[in-house]
């Protein structure tokens, strides 16, 4: 079963900086397309960002601009630079494949982002 272990998280002013990191154990990492999801507890999961095997990248509209997603294939690794953080980007971060049907990885534990206004 593939592992995902999903670090960086904490406590941050609102206008601050976080980079997230998911270290994934699947050999096969640089073929997937992988992606950021955060969740707020009563809500869905949504996915913020992703990138390609190529490194393309997509956004939702609500951190364009502010965050950037970023992967290290030698490292089995994806990364999240969020920038200009606003209280409504806390929640719990994941990583999983991109998308998540057909197929996902067991989810990790995620990271806990909190944003003070």
């Known amino acids: 079963q593939v592992q995902l272990v999903e670090s960086g998280g904490g406590l941050v002013q609102a206008g601050g900086s976080l980079r997230l990191s998911c270290a994934a154990s699947d050999s096969l990492f640089s073929t997937n397309t992988m992606g950021w999801y955060r969740q707020v507890l009563g809500k869905q999961r949504e996915l913020v960002a992703s990138i390609t095997r190529l490194g393309n990248t997509n956004y939702a509209d609500s951190v364009k601009g502010r965050f950037t997603i970023s992967r290290d294939n030698a490292k089995s690794t994806v990364y999240l630079q969020m920038n200009s953080l606003k209280y409504e980007d806390t929640a719990v971060y994941y990583c999983?494949?991109?998308?998540?049907?057909?197929?996902?990885?067991?989810w990790g534990q995620g990271t806990q982002v909190t944003v003070s206004s």
């Open positions: 999983n494949l991109a998308p998540t049907i057909p197929r996902a990885y067991n």
